[in-house]
């Protein structure tokens, strides 16, 4: 008689639940993947032309420009990606058992202020995407706050909206607050 190890046994009860995964899929749905990816109705079913529209099937869309989106991908990767490597950094210091209770102590520090300035910047996000812009990326320094909203002109009271916001998130004056406008 065989004797299974555990990882074994995981591994086939994974495979078989991922096989009856696909065959239910297949089964209820009537679908099955193409090579490139997208999906094609089950057996009988023609691909879709312009003849043949299904008005019930998902479709992205978008209402912004490639580049306006790509900004605020990149700068949210960019942001994401720095952060990362400070807080790595911050985390050998605390983590070297060579550095002195002072320069861990201000990692430390640091690594809670950098947690608590990215709350504050997804709050200020948020808040001003309920207040009806579009795309914003807000990104605090040590004693100031730039602030990017996607929009086709800022008029005065979104310059109020956004200051107002920022101040009561970040408790930063208005001369340290920099907005910027992406059209």
Not at 19 to 39: H, I, K, R, T, W
Request: aromatic share 6%; net charge negative; glycine share 6%.
């Amino acid at each position: 008689m065989m004797i299974f190890k555990k990882r074994q046994i995981v591994t086939v009860t994974l495979v078989a639940l991922l096989v009856v995964a696909g065959y239910l899929n297949f089964v209820y749905l009537g679908e099955s993947p193409q090579e490139d990816g997208q999906m094609v109705s089950g057996i009988g079913h023609e691909a879709e032309n312009e003849d043949n529209i299904n008005y019930g099937e998902a479709k992205f869309v978008t209402n912004m420009d490639g580049a306006k989106n790509d900004y605020f991908n990149e700068t949210k990767l960019s942001k994401e990606k720095t952060r990362s490597e400070s807080v790595a950094l911050l985390k050998q210091v605390t983590d070297n058992p060579s550095a002195s209770a002072e320069e861990k102590k201000q990692a430390q520090q640091k690594m809670i202020q950098t947690a608590q300035n990215i709350e504050k910047e997804g709050a200020v996000e948020n808040i001003l995407k309920g207040k009806g812009f579009a795309n914003v990326s807000a990104y605090i320094s040590e004693d100031s706050i730039t602030v990017a909203v996607l929009t086709e002109g800022l008029n005065p009271t979104d310059v109020a909206k956004i200051r107002d916001v920022v101040i009561s998130e970040t408790k930063l004056k208005a001369d340290k607050i920099k907005i910027m406008e992406i059209k």
